[in-house]
């Protein structure tokens, strides 16, 4: 059933489906940034989820559309599109959680630093409204750069009074999702059984990869480590020179967030024992923030797992990637600072 529902200025454009479910818990995902090349294919992956009672789309382009088509899928959500800044709030109002895709991608040549100027307003702008309408959300950051988004969505938080270092998470699996299947790959393992955490920040040098932690245990000659880092520390830009304009990772990305938001969700349904790598406000080390594996929980972050036993050079990794990281971190929230009331 489809029907347009008027609100005071807001059009927006709800879909029901006439299905029913075990579930009873009423739990909204807000997608913001949702017609995107990351958004569009989440959305997907989250309509399929039991968990989730309600989909809210957010783009400043053609959610109509595609709230529309994925509202045809015979599963638990229901759909909702909503389309321009004048129905944001609507979308999040209410949300448990948020995820946030929207911005610019990279071109090749450029690095995830290159998209600050345009992302970081577009992120204060999304989180601004996070704060007014679900201040209790959870919120995860996947827009680039993540090492940047993150501490703008904090101080915007901090500012507005919400903030809540448990609830708020830069989107890092695909660093894990990728090293799991290199390794995989190298070591002709059975990659659903692969689990490498990767530490640190979200952009070249300062993704750090601790293979020496990698359940199932592999060990690989130094020069072979080094090559295995140095591929996963550049995989982004791998898929971006290979799509040659046309933007980054997409469907990987996708993947990744779904993989994210489902232990994510799981964990805040109850079920223990759920450990994803996010960027999350830390004292593990010198910057303010800095991934390391979460063990997630009802309120989100139950507890840091820290950074644990590193190898001499996987440890020079982290030293290496500190003075990046900690600019990047002081670049955002000195944005926030300067730009944001
Ligand atoms: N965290 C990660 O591991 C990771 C991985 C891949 C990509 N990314 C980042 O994700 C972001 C999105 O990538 P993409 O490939 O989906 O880009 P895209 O251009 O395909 O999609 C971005 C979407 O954001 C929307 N948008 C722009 N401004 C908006 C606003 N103010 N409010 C709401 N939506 C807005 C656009 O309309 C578009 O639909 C990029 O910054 C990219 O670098 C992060
Ligand atoms: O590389 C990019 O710009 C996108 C993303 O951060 C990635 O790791 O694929």
């Known amino acids: 059933m489809f029907s347009r529902v008027l609100k005071s200025t807001q059009l927006c454009y709800v879909f029901r489906s006439n299905f029913s479910t075990s579930s009873k818990v ?18 997907l992956l989250l309509k399929q989820s ?17 709230a529309a088509d994925l509202s045809h899928i015979e599963t638990r959500p229901k759909v909702t ?12 109002k209410g949300a448990a959680l948020v995820l ?24 204060a702008n999304l989180i601004d409204a996070c704060a007014k309408n679900c201040p209790k959300a959870m919120i ?29 998470f830069g989107v890092t699996t695909l660093d894990v999702v990728r090293s799991n299947t290199f390794i995989a790959e190298g070591k002709g393992l059975d990659v659903t059984k692969v689990n490498c955490p990767v530490i640190g920040g979200h952009s070249g040098i300062t993704i750090v990869p ?7 245990a592999v060990s690989f000659p130094q020069e072979e480590r080094i090559k295995l880092s140095v591929r996963i520390q550049n995989a982004g830009t791998e898929v971006v020179e290979a799509k040659a304009g046309a933007g980054s990772a997409t469907l990987s990305m996708a993947y990744a967030a779904n993989k994210f938001a489902r232990d994510l969700l799981e964990a805040m349904n109850g079920t223990e024992g759920k450990v994803q790598c996010a960027f ?12 390391t594996p979460v063990l997630l929980g009802k309120n989100g972050v139950e507890k840091n797992l820290g950074i644990g036993h590193l190898l001499d050079y996987e440890r020079n990794l982290v030293t290496a990637a500190m003075p990046e990281l900690i600019a990047n971190i002081k670049k955002g929230e000195e944005f926030v600072a300067k730009n944001f009331k």
């Open 50 to 66: 039991p968990l989730i009672s309600h989909l809210a789309l957010y783009d400043i382009a053609h959610t109509p559309g595609v």
């Open 280 to 291: 999350v406000r830390s004292d593990e080390t010198e910057a303010k923030y800095f991934a």
């Open 210 to 216: 601790v293979i020496s932690q990698c359940t199932p």
């Open 100 to 123: 946030i895709p929207a911005g610019v991608p990279r071109k090749p040549g450029m690095t995830r630093d290159d998209l600050f100027n345009t992302n970081a307003s577009i992120v």
């Open 26 to 43: 009423d739990v909204k995902v807000a997608v913001l940034g949702a017609a995107g090349g990351i958004g569009q294919p989440l959305s």
């Open 81 to 92: 599109g909503h389309l321009g800044s004048e129905q944001l709030a609507e979308c999040v």
């Open 140 to 168: 995860g950051i996947i827009t680039n750069p993540v090492n940047s988004t993150v501490p703008i969505a904090a101080e915007v938080l901090k500012k507005r009074g919400v903030f809540d270092e448990k609830r708020l």
